[in-house]
């Protein structure tokens, strides 16, 4: 559906393929609300869900899938650069802390540590990797953190759909030989961030007044 546009839609289709873990989200968070419907309604069911068991199937397949990624790896693609690897997943990563560390104690205050891993891990990889790092600190899921990262990658579609459009210019410009797209893409990229984040703050300040109240 996307080869009409050419470059862009190939790109395009490339990114919505390596979105399938939302997707999968999404359908184990409709089913389990028309499992909680279906319960609610007093029907009967032979077998119901066992929290305890489910939680040790994701945590067995979160660490298999993990270790999957990292065996994926090549060694060869990585050795040829290795610089801009580092580079980048250096300045990125101390950003993003950076980011995190400032904004989720705003948001989840009382699971900032478990928050903060999680989504340091989904930002900079994907859920499983996020879910990963919770496990460390947080090995039962006692915190609302599996639930956030689970919700909050579910709706990332939505929100990132922007993104899918905003990440094409610049292969577009590139392509073209155009640079001056790799600067509109930036701008783009910080008027979006700016919106989500206040659009945010805004939020979180008005539970909380609602709350004190």
């Known amino acids: 559906m996307l080869t009409p546009l050419g470059t862009f839609g190939a ?3 490339q990114l919505l393929v390596g979105f399938h873990f939302l997707i999968g989200s999404l359908y184990a968070v409709v089913f389990r609300l028309i499992l909680n419907k279906v319960q609610q309604a007093g029907l009967k069911l032979e077998h119901s869900p066992n929290n305890f068991l489910l939680q040790r199937i994701a945590g067995f397949s979160f660490d298999y ?3 999957a990624s990292i065996a994926a790896i090549s060694i060869y693609a990585l050795r040829e650069y290795i610089v801009p690897v580092l580079l980048i997943t250096t300045v990125g990563g101390l950003l993003t802390v950076l980011y995190l560390v400032w904004i989720v104690p ?3 205050p009382n699971a900032a ?3 903060t891993l999680g989504f340091f891990g989904m930002q900079t990889g994907t859920i499983s990797t996020g879910m990963a790092l919770v496990k460390a600190v ?3 899921f006692k915190t609302n953190t599996a639930d956030n990262l689970v919700m909050g990658s ?3 579609l939505l929100f990132g759909f922007p993104l899918l459009i905003l990440l094409n210019i610049p292969v577009v410009g590139y392509v073209q030989d155009t640079p001056m797209l790799y600067f509109y893409t930036l701008v783009g990229f910080v008027l979006y ?3 989500l984040v206040g659009a945010l703050l805004f939020r979180t300040r008005n539970i909380n007044v609602a709350r004190s109240e």
């Open 154 to 156: 579910g709706t990332a």
């Open 138 to 140: 947080d090995p039962h």
């Open 11 to 13: 790109n395009l289709a």
């Open 106 to 108: 705003r948001i989840f």
């Open 193 to 195: 961030l700016l919106l």
């Open 113 to 115: 540590l478990p928050n």
């Open 65 to 67: 899938m993990i270790t």
